[in-house]
């Protein structure tokens, strides 16, 4: 997730965890380089807001030794999480938006919205269990789950169901849904091409090609047979 068209002042602050969480669940501590990276935005920026959280309580960060959540931050982090990922299911289940088109949407409003608004939203939605995008949506910090297995690491001949698949890229994700490539959909990759060549896989009844940075967006889970 980039930050966004929505994320400014107050909301830059829930961004900011969003990804700190993340990047925490892959590598601990987090390097504000890798911050910024993520995030899209100068080094500067970073490490301004960065000491406006710890005044806050809600990171560890001591310049040049990365950053970590505090048990506050932790919190607000996965609140922030799942107020996202709602309203996600919001735009796309209700307001008929395309799912490459959701998460910049719900960046624009979603730290706008009362705790009451929300929870009628997600009652509204039936209690919905993941995002458009397949991930889930958490009520603590262990339910925000973290898919390391790419496509692109499956060999010739295995099988795999997508689990969820990278969000912060608009283009990206409407070029999966044209190859039919969404969470749920089985996928058996057939042949690959060495140095970050494509992968040819059968998608349905469908074979595509499927480039090196798009395979390394889509998290799969491996079948057996």
Same mark, same amino acid.
């Not at 999480?81 to 309203?87: A, C, K």
């Given at each position: 997730m980039k930050t966004g068209r929505g994320a400014q002042g107050k909301d830059a602050f829930s961004e900011y965890l969003?990804? +700190?969480f993340r990047l925490e669940n892959v590598s601990s501590p987090v390097s504000t380089s890798a911050l910024a990276e993520a995030m899209n935005?100068? @080094?500067s920026t970073v490490t301004d807001t960065l000491k406006r959280l710890a005044e806050k309580g809600l990171i560890n960060y001591v @310049?040049?030794?990365g950053i970590t959540l =505090? @048990?506050?931050g932790q919190k607000a982090s996965v609140k922030a999480?799942?107020?996202?990922? +709602?309203?996600e299911r919001f735009l796309t289940d209700m307001l008929g938006f395309e799912w490459h088109e959701a998460h910049e949407e719900a960046l624009l409003f979603e730290n706008n919205i009362s705790e009451e608004v929300e929870r009628r939203l997600f009652v509204a939605l039936n209690r919905p269990k993941v995002c458009p995008h397949g991930y889930p949506i958490p009520s603590k910090p262990e339910d925000v789950r973290v898919e390391d =297995? =790419?496509?692109y690491s499956l060999e010739p001949g295995e099988k795999a169901e997508v689990i969820s698949v990278k969000?912060?890229?608009p283009e990206l994700l409407q070029f999966m849904a044209s190859l039919g490539i969404k969470p749920g959909v089985k996928i058996k990759v057939e042949a690959k091409d060495p140095f970050k060549g494509p992968l040819q896989a059968q998608v349905g009844r469908s074979r595509r090609t499927v480039g090196w940075h798009l395979a390394n967006s889509i998290y799969v889970r491996k079948l057996g047979g």
């Open positions: 969003k990804h +700190i935005v100068a @080094p @310049p040049y030794h =505090t @048990p506050e999480i799942r107020r996202h990922r +709602i309203v =297995t =790419t496509l969000d912060d890229e």
